[in-house]
């Protein structure tokens, strides 16, 4: 079991080009694990963790209702923001500037073969992240992600989480709204569900700007915490 896991920060990145990349990634460990198993080795399988910052993008995962964007492609264009469909669990959701997006693409059989028990694990280091800054976050039933003022009638969603798992390799990860431009949502209806707010650390806090590099660090710690892993670069 290799529970080391390869930091890699792309900076503000192309969603397409960091989708290619991440297929890239994902294939890597695939192969090698179906090489393992077709030769009887038992060579180590390597883990990533990206973060990256997307310019202004709607992607809709697989199960996703195309409804819920709520703009045309001449309105796309004028707002410079672009749109795909991808391989993801989950809906709709908005990628942007102000956003910190992490892919973690892990062999879970480095660390534990269990979905659930993973998407718990990320929303728990988003959530512990969040209480460093005295806000007070939870998880909403049948509402994968993490929120705030669950069961009030001022829920509101602050970072939205969508994964792809084949072979126990996961990929696409969470995207945690820290100085995000909120306008950008008012063009969907985020996740598909309706009647539901979206919210930002930096609106939360009253504040104009928050370290990002900041929430970055918290959300490894947290995270390899949980994982019982070791970051490098």
Not at 36 to 56: A, G, Q
Not at 115 to 120: A, D, S, T, W
Request: charged share 25%; glycine share 8%.
């Amino acid at each position: 079991m290799n529970k080391k896991i390869q930091l890699q920060d792309l900076g503000n990145k192309d969603y397409k080009d960091t989708w290619d990349y991440q297929e890239e990634l994902f294939k890597e460990i695939v192969d090698l694990k179906i090489k393992n198993r077709r030769e009887e080795r038992n060579d180590k399988t390597p883990n990533y963790f990206l973060y990256v910052e997307h310019p202004h993008v709607y992607t809709l995962g697989k199960s996703g209702d195309l409804s819920n964007l709520l703009l045309s492609e001449k309105q796309l264009a004028a707002k410079g923001a672009t749109f795909y469909k991808i391989n993801r669990g989950g809906d709709i959701t908005y990628h942007g500037p102000g956003q910190i997006v992490g892919y973690p693409i892990l062999d879970l059989e480095n660390f534990f073969t269990d979905i659930h028990k993973y998407l718990r694990f990320l929303e728990e280091a988003v959530i512990l992240t969040l209480a460093e800054y005295k806000i007070e976050s939870s998880r909403s039933d049948g509402e994968t992600g993490v929120w705030l003022g669950v069961g009030t009638p001022f829920a509101r969603k602050i970072c939205a989480m969508g994964v792809r798992a084949s072979r126990w390799v996961t990929m696409h990860g969470f995207a945690l709204n820290v100085n995000a431009d909120l306008g950008f949502f008012d063009n969907i209806i985020p996740c598909g569900i309706k009647g539901k707010a979206v919210t930002s650390l930096n609106v939360e806090l009253g504040v104009e700007k928050v370290s990002e590099e900041e929430v970055k660090g918290k959300i490894l710690n947290h995270f390899s915490n949980l994982f019982e892993a070791e970051f490098f670069e």
